[in-house]
């Protein structure tokens, strides 16, 4: 059964940290790309981060320079690391996986999603 498992969500005041895990099973990691996706509350989900199956990271604008997305498969495992976190950062995070045949998806995975709630 295909499974991830976000975890280390929780509140956090603006301009602290957290970080964010997500543990896998059921599927061979090393051959998909993760992503960390958010949804705010009444808004549409967005995309964050990106990593690749040989370690290339990619982000959202909003979170560049402030997120850092890293993975480990020996442990089944990706990370989003949360700094200088912000108001409009408070959204449910998922984590998700996919994999691709070339260009074309061959379909994924998400998570259940952990909370972060950033205010004062």
């Known amino acids: 059964e295909v499974q991830l498992v976000e975890s280390g969500g929780g509140m956090v005041q603006p301009g602290g940290s957290l970080r964010l895990s997500c543990a896998a099973s059921?599927?061979?990691?090393?051959?998909?790309?993760m992503n960390w996706v958010r949804q705010a509350p009444g808004k549409g989900p967005e995309w964050v981060s990106r990593?690749?199956?040989?370690?290339?990271?990619y982000y959202a604008d909003s979170v560049k320079g402030r997120f850092t997305i890293s993975r480990d498969s020996a442990k089944h495992a990706v990370w989003l690391e949360m700094n200088s976190l912000k108001p409009e950062d408070t959204a449910i995070y998922y984590c998700h996986a996919e994999t691709y045949s070339g260009s074309m998806s061959l379909g994924g995975a998400w998570g259940p999603g952990t909370q972060v709630t950033v205010s004062s």
């Open positions: 059921g599927f061979t990691f090393s051959n998909y790309e």
């Open positions: 990593i690749t199956i040989g370690g290339t990271t």
